[in-house]
Nanobody, 114 residues
Framework: QVQLVESGGGLVQPGGSLRLSCAAS????????MGWYRQAPGKQRELVAT???????NLGDSVKGRFTISRDNAKKTVYLQMNSLKPEDTAVYYC????????WGQGTQVTVSS
């Protein structure tokens, strides 16, 4: 059974930084594309960033230049470094693992507010 556990969310002021982590419980992590998605109240879930098993990354237009995705296969963990945070980044952030099918974490709240 695949379990994804996110951590690192919280309240931060505009311009601040946070790093989200997502730990996977399965060895297929190394062969999987990992991603971060977010959903703000009243909005659809949107792509934030993905990273393939080979390390190729893709970032959503609204976060390019501010967010970075990375992975540590030995720790079975994917990270999302978020810098220069804006109030519009406020959302629940979900970790995703793609391997034959899609798996989701429970989400972690990120609130950007002064």
């Amino acid at each position: 059974q695949v379990q994804l556990v996110e951590s690192g969310g919280g309240l931060v002021q505009p311009g601040g930084s946070l790093r989200l982590s997502c730990a996977a419980s399965v060895t297929i992590f190394s062969f999987s594309t990992m991603g971060w998605y977010r959903q703000a109240p009243g909005k659809q879930r949107e792509l934030v960033a993905t990273i393939t098993d080979r390390g190729s990354t893709n970032l959503g237009d609204s976060v390019k230049g501010r967010f970075t995705i990375s992975r540590d296969n030995a720790k079975k963990t994917v990270y999302l470094q978020m810098n220069s945070l804006k109030p519009e980044d406020t959302a629940v952030y979900y970790c995703n693992l793609e391997f034959n099918r899609s798996y989701w974490g429970q989400g972690t709240q990120v609130t950007v507010s002064s």
